[in-house]
């Protein structure tokens, strides 16, 4: 018999977005009054919401998973269309500079894994577990791992720098200016380098031998062809619905290209926004409603799903703590010692290298987006996973706290001048 208030699969779906919307909306609310990036209090939800281990007749964030990767390739389109590159290029002569703000931690990272795979520890044990392809040897997924931890200690959110940096009026001046250099340098080469390496961890002989190729066609179409195409089209649409309508249907098409060339989903949102026009009035208009709703709806999906394939209880494993502890050092010490010799370069004071420093250790959604990736294509397994993502937490903490302070010293300094 068919019951008309049976609780089905779309109430099931109803009922945990509003625990999501619900339990985000107070840790966002909570972080915002404490000056911490919101990512934080997403991860939090996700956290506590694991912690309740509710029914799986009435909750089940995997039931929405696909909302929550749609609003990261949605946002990160908007990070793409909002970064001014050209702008932030005209200070090239600094480029030399900001890559030792990079390569530090890159290098302290990539041999700190590697000394852990030498030592083949117990706990790294199914890091590949998503890797079949027999024509790969270990030492190349070795490498592939070595190279994700590098990574993972070295970046630096573009989009959470950016947004503290205009909220703390610091965009504007010398420092705020080199982190953001510093910022979109580190996610050229985030987004290059993981490019690389997804490309070169195919499971199929067959597309392995052939990435390079699809890899090739479709950055040559995406950076030379629909610039061009999108310059043709994007001034002759009038209407906001039609805009509207182009632009999700093109941030998912790249999507769906970059991941057919054996790239990541986000990589195509991030091209597409990119290339689109930066100076269309209509699109910036768009672009504000759509940060309401990705960053209203759609992306706490996305770090409740985070914080939920967390697997929080390992954390009280002494072996865990040590490792979260020392790569949490890594990240931070080599983001200050590139700092600190990059602003002995600009002839910075101490006060300022280290605040340099602080505003690079923004770790964030993309920190978010790069675990997510390594773990859905196994190039880590959950324990690393979590141990990351502790670390990207702290980083992120320590960094808003630093920078505030700093902020603060530096105004009180001046004000005496």
Not at 115 to 137: A, C, E, K, M, R
Not at 223 to 249: D, G, H, N, Q, W
């Amino acid at each position: 018999m068919l019951l008309i208030n049976e609780f089905d699969s779309i109430d099931k779906l109803f009922f945990t977005l509003v625990v999501i919307l619900v339990t985000t909306n107070i840790t966002y609310n909570i972080m915002t009054k404490f000056g911490r990036p919101i990512v934080l209090g997403g991860i939090i939800a996700g956290i506590i919401i694991q912690r309740l281990n509710l029914p799986t007749k009435y909750f089940d964030i995997h039931a929405i998973a696909g909302l929550g990767q749609m609003g990261i390739v949605m946002f990160m389109m908007l990070v793409g269309n909002q970064l001014n590159y050209k702008n932030i290029l005209i200070r090239k002569r600094y480029l030399p500079i900001t890559l030792i703000n990079m390569l530090v931690p890159f290098v302290l990272g990539f041999l700190f894994a590697r000394l852990l795979v030498h030592h083949n520890l117990s706990w790294l044990n199914g890091q590949y577990q998503n890797f079949y392809n027999n024509d790969v040897t270990n030492h190349h997924l070795d490498l592939m791992f070595e190279i994700f931890i590098g990574l993972a200690v070295s970046m630096t959110a573009f989009p959470v720098l950016s947004m503290f940096l205009k909220h703390t009026h610091l965009i504007n001046t010398n420092i705020g200016s080199l982190a953001l250099l510093c910022g979109f340098v580190d996610e050229v080469f985030l987004w290059v380098l993981l490019g690389v390496v997804l490309i070169f961890s195919q499971q199929d002989a067959t597309i392995y031998s052939l990435a390079p190729i699809g890899f090739i066609a479709y950055l040559v179409f995406i950076i030379s062809i629909a610039p061009r195409i999108f310059a043709y089209i994007v001034p002759r649409i009038k209407k906001e619905s039609t805009m509207l309508s182009f632009l999700i249907i093109g941030c998912f098409a790249s999507a769906a290209l970059a991941d057919f060339v054996n790239l990541h989903q986000i990589f195509g949102g991030f091209l597409f926004g990119l290339i689109l026009p930066h100076n269309n009035e209509m699109i910036a208009k768009l672009r504000k409603s759509l940060f309401l709703l990705i960053n209203t709806i759609l992306l706490p999906i996305y770090f409740v799903e985070t914080g939920v394939a967390a697997n929080i209880v390992i954390s009280f494993n002494y072996t865990t703590i040590l490792m979260i502890v020392i790569f949490s050092l890594i990240a931070l010490l080599g983001k200050f010692g590139g700092s600190f010799i990059t602003g002995k370069f600009m002839g910075m004071s101490n006060d300022e290298s280290t605040m340099l420093g602080s505003l690079l250790n923004m770790r964030g959604i993309i920190e978010v987006v790069l675990l997510n990736i390594g773990l859905n294509i196994g190039i880590i397994n959950d324990k690393i996973y979590t141990i990351l993502l502790i670390m990207a937490m702290i980083c992120t903490l320590f960094a808003s706290s630093l920078s505030v302070y700093l902020r603060k010293k530096l105004e009180r300094a001046k004000a005496r001048e």
